[in-house]
């Protein structure tokens, strides 16, 4: 039987990856960010999942205003990155696992989800982000660790799904997953976020409170999350903190009780907070212990905390 064995939150800041994409990452500024996930890497090359599931949005990428559906889930054998504007990133094109998509898509859909179905699917930035951040940099001519099974959601044009809807899909495909024969160990990310704004009198936007208090939620009392309001995320974490709902699909496929293993919180990364979680299912196959020890490395320290906050302070003010 498959099973899911951890959630990964991770936002998807487009100039994280070209910091990556263009040799920066050991610039001060960007050296924060990407040093967070270092504990993070170490922990997925030790839990080695078979398959991971990205919960992500298209940024008018793969979709635009001319069709607009709600979940869509890539049930190809390969998916392109896309070409954002300046050509596509140099990512390798990422595998699909369409066996698995395709049962993920029959137990949904007959589990009353009406999901879209992409037999043919280019992925942009909110799902590529997240993979270099957790699987490292690989180049275009190298291969991901694992197949990737994509789940686009409309978080761009009004209306998005409610959380609790977000909640609910994350039951319905963790049902899904425990129903497929083969013995796959699955990995379920959720993207975006955390409070950002980018246009309009209110661009540049953070709140650090609701985001930390959103982290803290999703680890230990998710159902709170669940009854937020599309309105609440819009006024306290910006136009486009309404990503966060992603983060209850992954939250919803999790145990209800999960152990929190990892997290970073730094801002801002261009004008967002960068917000990362790694939970981890306690039942069979949980990934735990993998967790545990890589978490157990020397955490930065107080002095570099300071400076680094002290740096991110001058970005902003900046930028
Ligand atoms: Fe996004």
Do not use: K, T
């Given at each position: 039987m498959a099973r899911i064995v951890a959630g990964i939150g991770s936002s998807h800041v487009p100039a994280i990856g070209a910091a990556l994409d263009n040799g920066k990452t050991e610039e001060p500024y960007w050296k924060r960010i990407f040093s967070g996930f270092e504990k993070s890497q170490a922990w997925m090359r030790e839990t080695k999942p078979d398959v991971a599931i990205i919960v992500y949005n298209d940024h008018a990428s793969a979709f635009s205003v001319e069709m607009i559906p709600t979940f869509a889930l890539g049930c190809a054998a390969e998916f392109p990155p896309a070409?954002?504007?300046?050509?596509?990133?140099?990512?390798p094109v990422v595998k699909g696992h369409p066996a698995l998509a395709s049962h993920i898509a029959q137990s949904v859909i007959l589990d009353e989800f009406d999901l879209t179905i992409c037999n043919k699917m280019e992925v942009d930035h909110g799902m590529t982000v997240p993979m270099n951040l957790l699987f490292g940099k690989v180049e275009k001519s190298g291969h991901w660790p694992c197949p990737v099974i994509p789940l686009a959601v409309n978080v761009v044009m009004y209306p998005p799904p409610t959380g609790h809807r977000c909640f609910m899909l994350g039951r319905a495909i963790r049902k899904a997953v425990e129903s497929y024969p083969e013995d796959l160990k699955v990995v379920i990310f959720g993207t975006g976020g955390l409070s950002h704004q980018?246009?309009?009198?209110?661009?540049?936007l953070i709140n650090s409170k609701w985001d930390k208090n959103f982290l803290d939620n999703l680890s230990s009392n998710p159902q709170k999350l669940v009854k937020i309001p599309h309105i609440d995320y819009m006024r306290e974490?910006?136009?486009?903190?309404?990503?966060?709902?992603?983060w209850l699909i992954m939250r919803g496929a999790l145990d209800d009780k999960v152990d929190e293993v990892y997290r970073f919180y730094t801002v801002p990364a261009s004008n967002t907070a960068v917000g990362h979680i790694i939970l981890a299912n306690r039942g069979r196959g949980g990934a735990r212990k993998s967790a545990a020890k890589a978490a157990a490395k020397p955490k930065r320290s107080a002095g570099k905390l300071k400076r680094a906050a002290a740096r991110a302070k001058v970005e902003r003010i900046r930028g």
């Open positions: 070409d954002e504007g300046w050509g596509p990133r140099p990512v980018i246009s309009g009198p209110r661009a540049g974490a910006g136009a486009e903190g309404i990503e966060m709902v992603m």
